[in-house]
């Protein structure tokens, strides 16, 4: 049998356990593998990343929270003004501010890593399987904090921590299927500012927050130009994502999370004070018992394991400073 007998043989051979494709034009030079790997799916986590986060201790959260004496006048921390002035010699009829104790237990949420010994040396000359896996992981349990904040309900899974829509109940407002508008928006906030509070914030769903940018745009052919002291046209293009109004600067967060429901396609919002500083931190803020980490464990047969977690809680420290409008109408599809 000659030489190319032999050769023509052995690549029957191979070719019975490889698979292999004719191209046209193949150049036969290494490929250009870009390092990082592209992420085809949401990473953002906006409400996240504004609250504020401190360091927690213990088995659980607990802060005292001062409740506002209600008078004639208004709302006052215990004595009401009326009883203030006094005569010279005497003293005041003073009131005792009360307060409530809230307590909350931290949360376990986290993800796992497997990565199998073949995995990472095989991906050795390319990227650090394991290293790339524990950011994507990093980023999804970041997201599930996110979603968390919004709709953690622990009276479903009691694993879970309460979110903003669990946690305020003082200020809320039903449109009961009608559609939104902004002055549903100042009237919540005028609720907040009654109560002491400052809205920084509108988290809506991205239906809304669509809706929110066009009437305000709507409201004006006109803008006054920037320093410019004069009256300039709107471009085209123009979005909304912060809005002055009588009760201050309002930033416009979309959200994913705060997705219409049901067949009418109902939807919610929440108007944040996050921003208002307290004696012990910020009206809203997370404590963190362990902030986002990677523990690696030990290994299962020929495997690399890493836990990413947290151990966390969503303190709302000022549930009057918060408000929802639910029940949001549309006519247009979500």
């Known amino acids: ?19 292999s494709t004719d191209v046209s034009g193949l150049l036969l030079v290494r490929e250009d593998l870009q390092a990082e790997l592209a992420i085809e799916a949401p990473t953002a986590t906006p ?5 504020n986060r401190i360091q927690g201790n213990g088995r659980a959260h607990s802060w005292y929270k001062l409740v506002p004496t209600t008078v ?29 104790n809230v307590s909350a237990p931290y949360t376990a949420i986290g993800d796992l890593v497997t990565v199998s010994f073949q995995d990472q040396m095989s991906g050795a000359t390319y990227t650090d399987i394991k290293k790339h896996q524990i950011k994507l992981k990093m980023v999804n349990v970041a997201r599930g904090e996110e979603w968390a904040i919004i709709n953690g309900d ?65 409201s004006f052919y006109r803008l006054t130009q920037a320093g410019a002291g004069s009256m ?36 919610k919002l929440i108007v944040l004070d996050d921003k208002t500083v307290l004696e012990d931190g910020n009206a809203v803020q997370m404590v963190d018992l362990m902030p986002l980490s990677a523990i690696d464990l030990a290994l299962l047969g020929s495997a690399y394991r890493t836990l990413v977690c947290e151990f966390t809680v969503l ?15 549309t006519t247009e599809p979500a």
């Open 1 to 19: 049998m000659s030489n190319a007998n032999l050769v023509d043989e052995a690549l029957a051979t191979i070719r019975k356990s490889i698979e």
């Open 47 to 51: 409400v996240r990343n504004r609250l």
């Open 72 to 100: 004639d006048e208004g709302l006052f921390l215990g004595t009401a003004p009326s009883k203030m002035f006094f005569e010279k010699g005497g003293l005041p009829d003073a009131t005792t501010p009360s307060y409530k």
């Open 154 to 218: 622990s009276t479903v899974d009691p694993k879970q921590f309460d979110g903003l829509l669990k946690q305020i109940t003082t200020n809320t407002t039903d449109l009961a299927g009608v559609n939104l508008s902004l002055s549903d928006i100042t009237n919540m906030e005028r609720k907040i500012v009654t109560r002491g509070g400052k809205p920084q914030a509108v988290i809506a769903g991205y239906r809304e927050a669509q809706r929110i940018s066009e009437l305000v745009l709507g």
């Open 232 to 267: 300039s046209n709107v471009p085209a293009g123009v979005a909304v994502t912060a809005w002055d109004n009588v009760f201050g600067r309002v930033d416009i967060i979309g959200s994913e999370f705060l997705r219409p429901e049901g067949i009418d396609e109902l939807a």
């Open 315 to 329: 303190m709302l420290a000022c549930e009057a400073f918060q408000g929802v409008i639910k029940n949001i109408g």
